[in-house]
């Protein structure tokens, strides 16, 4: 699994064939696909129109913004529709539009709504269905007369009026530029950031209350009632102060934890070699680390890397069954490179319920990269990539580490 899965086909990819006078398996599906133009595009037509129409009409009320916001989003599917139409009978294979995040990632209902109504690929898709229709009426009306009248020639016709239907629909149903694609990944990734980090602070508060906050209060009582009895029973109150003592000691270490899986010390004074031996340390099973950087890298780089490699490694400890594992770091070009592998049984799978699938939206959110190899009874290899920052905040050049 990547945490970002990215196609590139491109025209010469999808370049029909030499045009022939002969009715090849080609020109039959651009037959099909120019005589269904007029039927699929007079639906398209009838709908936008409509839609348009009384969204348009209905803007001066609560519920026209909304409905025009919905009507663009059903826009979106007809052109995933032509898409596909496209796919199947004209070999046209473009990248589909990035989703428009729904209102809870984007923030509320009037950034969703906002997002929706400027929604360059629904308003793309609108003007496709509305000059589809005159030509779905010259393609069928040609198409059908070239099958009893232009025979000879129809390959010919055919391949030149299939020709323009790839040209619209690279032009108008593709996503538009990269600068487009990137504007809307990063609106999703912002989702994803704070969600990860409403869901860090319902964990850290969670951990608060059920363990530290608890052991306190328990605290608190203990030493009232020790001090209660200090006269009477100096004896017993020095046996309560002595378990509060116990307490207390307790709350320390959970909060010493806490802290450490916030973001631990040793990170920030000596840097991931020494904070992931530390952590290998903990691991239940042996670790051989390796660190090899340059420099150090951004903080918040060097705090993803370690709460990846922390997260790995108790997988490996609870589910793995393994009897060693290693840990790799090492810079390669712009980007900061992970491998966590062990022996153990594999079959590791990033929707198992192991957290992988939160370390790859994690990463995803930086531009990062997570891929799994984990074959049955062969052990699991998960790498990590990063983009580089160092630590004046500069970001190296674009580009995969190869």
């Given at each position: 699994?990547?945490?970002?899965?990215?196609?590139?086909?491109?025209a010469?990819?999808d370049?029909?064939?030499?045009?022939?006078p002969?009715f090849?398996a080609?020109?039959?599906k651009?037959?099909?696909?120019l005589?269904?133009?007029l039927p699929?595009s007079l639906?398209g037509f009838?709908?936008t129109?409509?839609?348009?129409?009384?969204?348009?009409?209905?803007?001066v009320t609560?519920?026209?913004l909304?409905?025009l916001?919905?009507?663009?989003f059903?826009?979106?599917q007809?052109?995933r529709?032509e898409?596909a139409?496209?796919r199947?009978l004209l070999?046209?294979?473009?990248?589909?539009p990035?989703?428009i995040?729904?209102p809870?990632?984007?923030?509320?209902?009037?950034p969703?709504?906002?997002?929706?109504?400027?929604?360059p690929?629904a308003?793309?898709?609108?003007?496709?269905e509305l000059?589809r229709l005159?030509?779905?009426?010259l393609?069928?009306?040609?198409?059908l007369t070239g099958l009893f009248?232009?025979?000879?020639?129809?390959p010919?016709?055919?391949?030149?009026?299939?020709?323009v239907?790839?040209?619209m629909?690279?032009?108008l149903?593709?996503?538009?530029d990269?600068?487009e694609?990137?504007i809307a990944?990063?609106?999703s990734d912002?989702?994803v950031?704070?969600?990860?980090a409403a869901?860090?602070?319902r964990r850290?508060?969670r951990?608060?209350?059920?363990?530290?906050?608890?052991?306190l209060?328990a605290l608190?009582?203990?030493?009232?009632?020790a001090?209660e009895?200090?006269l009477?029973d100096?004896e017993g109150?020095?046996?309560?102060?002595?378990?509060?003592h116990?307490?207390?000691k307790l709350?320390?270490?959970?909060?010493r934890?806490?802290a450490?899986g916030?973001?631990p010390?040793v990170l920030t004074?000596?840097?991931?070699?020494?904070?992931?031996s530390?952590?290998?340390a903990?691991?239940?099973v042996?670790?051989?680390v390796?660190?090899?950087l340059?420099a150090?890298?951004?903080e918040?780089?060097?705090?993803i890397a370690y709460?990846v490699v922390s997260?790995?490694l108790q997988n490996?400890s609870?589910?793995?069954?393994a009897?060693?594992a290693?840990?790799?770091?090492?810079k390669?070009g712009?980007r900061?490179l992970?491998?966590?592998s062990?022996?153990?049984?594999?079959?590791?799978?990033p929707?198992?319920g192991?957290?992988m699938?939160?370390?790859?939206?994690r990463l995803e959110a930086?531009?990062?990269?997570?891929v799994v190899?984990?074959?049955e009874?062969?052990?699991?290899v998960?790498?990590?990539e990063?983009p580089?920052?160092?630590?004046?905040?500069?970001?190296g050049p674009?580009?995969?580490?190869?």
């Amino acid at each position: 699994m990547t945490a970002s899965i990215l196609t590139n086909d491109t025209a010469g990819d999808d370049r029909p064939p030499p045009v022939r006078p002969a009715f090849d398996a080609v020109t039959w599906k651009e037959i099909a696909h120019l005589l269904g133009n007029l039927p699929v595009s007079l639906a398209g037509f009838v709908y936008t129109v409509v839609m348009v129409s009384v969204s348009g009409g209905l803007s001066v009320t609560a519920v026209g913004l909304p409905l025009l916001a919905g009507g663009l989003f059903l826009s979106r599917q007809l052109g995933r529709l032509e898409r596909a139409r496209a796919r199947a009978l004209l070999g046209v294979r473009v990248d589909e539009p990035t989703p428009i995040p729904g209102p809870k990632r984007a923030g509320g209902f009037f950034p969703w709504l906002w997002t929706s109504l400027k929604d360059p690929v629904a308003w793309r898709t609108v003007l496709y269905e509305l000059i589809r229709l005159p030509w779905g009426v010259l393609t069928f009306s040609v198409v059908l007369t070239g099958l009893f009248v232009l025979w000879p020639v129809l390959p010919y016709v055919v391949r030149a009026l299939a020709n323009v239907d790839r040209a619209m629909v690279r032009g108008l149903l593709s996503p538009s530029d990269e600068l487009e694609r990137r504007i809307a990944e990063l609106e999703s990734d912002r989702g994803v950031v704070v969600d990860t980090a409403a869901a860090d602070l319902r964990r850290i508060e969670r951990d608060l209350h059920d363990g530290a906050q608890a052991r306190l209060v328990a605290l608190a009582m203990g030493l009232g009632l020790a001090k209660e009895k200090l006269l009477e029973d100096p004896e017993g109150a020095a046996a309560m102060v002595d378990e509060a003592h116990g307490e207390v000691k307790l709350a320390l270490r959970e909060l010493r934890d806490l802290a450490r899986g916030i973001h631990p010390a040793v990170l920030t004074d000596r840097g991931l070699d020494a904070a992931l031996s530390s952590v290998a340390a903990r691991c239940l099973v042996p670790v051989k680390v390796a660190v090899d950087l340059p420099a150090r890298p951004a903080e918040a780089i060097e705090g993803i890397a370690y709460f990846v490699v922390s997260e790995l490694l108790q997988n490996v400890s609870k589910h793995a069954g393994a009897r060693g594992a290693g840990v790799e770091v090492w810079k390669s070009g712009a980007r900061l490179l992970i491998r966590v592998s062990d022996d153990g049984r594999g079959g590791a799978r990033p929707a198992g319920g192991t957290g992988m699938a939160g370390l790859a939206e994690r990463l995803e959110a930086v531009d990062g990269v997570f891929v799994v190899d984990s074959p049955e009874g062969a052990g699991t290899v998960v790498t990590a990539e990063l983009p580089w920052r160092d630590r004046a905040g500069a970001l190296g050049p674009p580009g995969r580490a190869h």
